[in-house]
């Protein structure tokens, strides 16, 4: 995500946080949107608000696409008996009941949990994590000795699993970057 971010500075965005959108109106131009103490104006709005998608849907008067926020929990651990783990696959246990990836020299592991969520600040269920964690030592030969970091997110959905990308069919210049889902960023 930092590099996501500092590719859009470097081309000239300014990333605004702690300004939450409250208020979004039609003008004659397009879109008047009040975030925080500014007010900013766009012939185009995209909407890629994450698990406040429908929320900002409804500022707008638009409909919302039905968005359902999944918790994602993440564990970061030494390398297993400190192997070099930079070129190892992903790898998942059956019926993908856990899942595990390198980075940057450590394991992440995740529970593969789903769990539906109201949009907030997630954060990692600790027996959620231990679960999961408990799997994924049914399959491997180093057992879990630290964590050494978690964590979680939110990934959002749409009834049918789809990606919802583009215009608003009756408003085209509402444009939807939502339910991505497990796609990422």
Not at 87 to 100: K, L, Q, V
Not at 160 to 183: K, M, N, R, S, T
């Amino acid at each position: 995500l930092q590099g996501f971010a500092r590719t859009a500075r470097a081309g000239g965005a300014v990333i605004r946080t702690h300004a939450p959108v409250t208020a979004i109106n039609r003008t004659a131009q397009g879109w008047q949107v009040t975030a925080g103490t500014e007010m900013f104006e766009a012939r185009q709005l995209v909407n890629a608000a994450g698990a406040w998608a429908d929320q900002v849907a409804r500022l707008a008067s638009i409909k919302p696409i039905g968005l359902q926020p999944k918790r994602r929990s993440m564990a970061r651990l030494p390398a297993p008996g400190g192997h070099e783990v930079g070129t190892w696959p992903m790898f998942m246990g059956p019926n993908e009941s856990w899942y595990a990836k390198p980075d940057a020299g450590k394991l992440l592991v995740s529970p593969a949990d789903a769990d539906p969520a109201e949009p907030h600040d997630a954060y990692a269920d600790d027996m959620v994590l231990a679960e999961g964690l408990a799997r994924y030592e049914e399959y491997v030969t180093t057992p879990v000795t630290r964590v050494e970091h978690n964590w979680a997110g939110l990934r959002s959905f749409v009834r049918d699993g789809a990606l919802v990308l583009g215009p608003e069919p009756d408003q085209p210049d509402f444009i939807w970057c939502a339910a991505q889902g497990g796609y990422g960023i």
